[in-house]
């Protein structure tokens, strides 16, 4: 993963270059530093590399003149910018990023000019690890990363695991940079760190919500959309109702005494599931239609088209009662839901 440039190195550069000759009409837009600070802070809810919150980055590539691009890149670069841009406005820090000579140097170089030019404030974080993030964004990743267990972290960072492992060890952290600052953690796992703590939170609020609902003492039902899978299935039970059956566990995660299903679980599976917790506790005469409508919309989002590993059980704690578990989690990217239903005499 490439390391941040300090700041010493990015003023040494920043006007390396610089001078070209204007060569497009001054009408270029400023997004007043006013303006900016009086709209509501957004959480990133799509897989994009742009937070709302930092979509003035692009609109600064986009609208400004040579000149004023050239006061913050050196002039070959601003040249391959602004070529390009003929063609197309950019959309994407990717999109940026496959011009000539753009690389994170000069992304953050492009950040800090829309937010000299106060197309960005505060609200925009930065790019890190070539995503730019939103200032609820980063709170939201550190809590995540703080709070995360073990075996949802590897699930989130399929392919680094080294990364995973440095996180575990090195937190609690403070800020996002850090976190995009350590060693195995780079522009897909930046990624997917971040949209583990922010693309799921309709489904979140639903899953809270429905735990939430009291109970008679005679059942009731929890979901959850962040837990230790591991834990959960392996926990000791004074009643134990057979071994779980799971499916498309690595084997050195399969749990003592598991059945083995030959098919990965779908889209349909896990919402047959979500529907079925929601009935048990008759959600639909408890929660607010908003509460349910969105989450599931969210939830339908997120699973669409996805496989997922998992585990299915049944445990009791006395002769009395009963649970049922069910677990999910996409073998790409980590997204997981649990659902349990309890009843007792």
Known sequence: ???????????????????????????????????????????????????????????????????????????????????????????????????????????????????????????????FDDVAISQDDATAIVSLVNTISDSELHDVLPDAWNGAANLLNLRPFTSAPAIANVTGIGGVSFRNIRNAATLSRPFEALAAALTAIPSNGSYGAVMQRHFDWWDVVTANHPYSQGGPTCFGLEPSSVPYGAYIRPNLANAAEVRAEVNSTLAYVNASAKLPAGVISAGLANLDARIAGRTFKGCIFSYADDPWSSHSVAIYVDTVNGFSVMTETWWAE
């Open 1 to 127: 993963m490439l390391r941040r440039l300090s700041s010493t190195l990015l003023a040494a550069s920043m006007f390396a270059g610089c001078g070209g000759i204007e060569t497009e009409p001054s009408s270029e837009q400023v997004a007043p530093a006013s303006v900016e600070s009086q709209q509501a802070p957004l959480l990133t809810t799509t897989d994009v590399d742009v937070a709302p919150e930092c979509q003035g980055i692009l609109t600064f590539v986009n609208t400004s003149t040579y000149a004023t691009l050239d006061q913050f890149l050196p002039s070959n670069v601003v040249t391959n910018l602004v070529n390009r841009r003929a063609t197309a406005p950019f959309t994407s820090l990717a999109d940026l990023s496959s011009v000539a000579l753009v690389g994170e140097a000069r992304l953050k170089q492009i950040e800090g000019g829309a937010r000299t030019r106060a197309f960005i404030g505060a609200n925009c974080t930065g790019i």
